[in-house]
Nanobody
Framework: QVQLVESGGGLVQAGGSLRLSCAAS????????MGWFRQAPGKEREFVAA????????IGADSVKGRFTISRDNAKNTVYLQMNRLKPEDTAVYYC?????????????????WGLGTQVTVSS
């Protein structure tokens, strides 16, 4: 069983930055793909970014490319989402997820474990 705990969310002005962290329990972190999703009120959950077990990263929507980066520290069992030049439309609950290799990492179905989420609010 893997437990994921997100942190780093908060209120920030447009143009600012936040770094989200997701700490994973257990001994399987280095073998798993890690993803970030977000869900805004009234909208479906959206893929943001993923980093595979081998370190390869995937950034999701065009709206975040060039602004968001994902990284992982296997020694700390932690994955990060660095978010720069934030916009009000980035406001959402951000979820961390862990899954086993072999599935489409841009799909929520590829992930077996989820954190409870952290709120990010960007004011204009």
């Amino acid at each position: 069983q893997v437990q994921l705990v997100e942190s780093g969310g908060g209120l920030v002005q447009a143009g600012g930055s936040l770094r989200l962290s997701c700490a994973a329990s257990g001994r399987t972190f280095t073998s798993q793909n890690m993803g970030w999703f977000r869900q805004a009120p009234g909208k479906e959950r959206e893929f943001v970014a993923a980093i595979l077990w081998n370190g390869r990263s995937i950034i999701g929507a065009d709206s975040v490319k060039g602004r968001f980066t994902i990284s992982r520290d296997n020694a700390k069992n932690t994955v990060y989402l660095q978010m720069n030049r934030l916009k009000p439309e980035d406001t959402a609950v951000y979820y961390c997820a862990a899954g086993w290799p072999g599935s489409d990492t841009t799909s929520s179905r590829a992930y077996d474990y989820w954190g409870l989420g952290t709120q990010v609010t960007v004011s204009s």
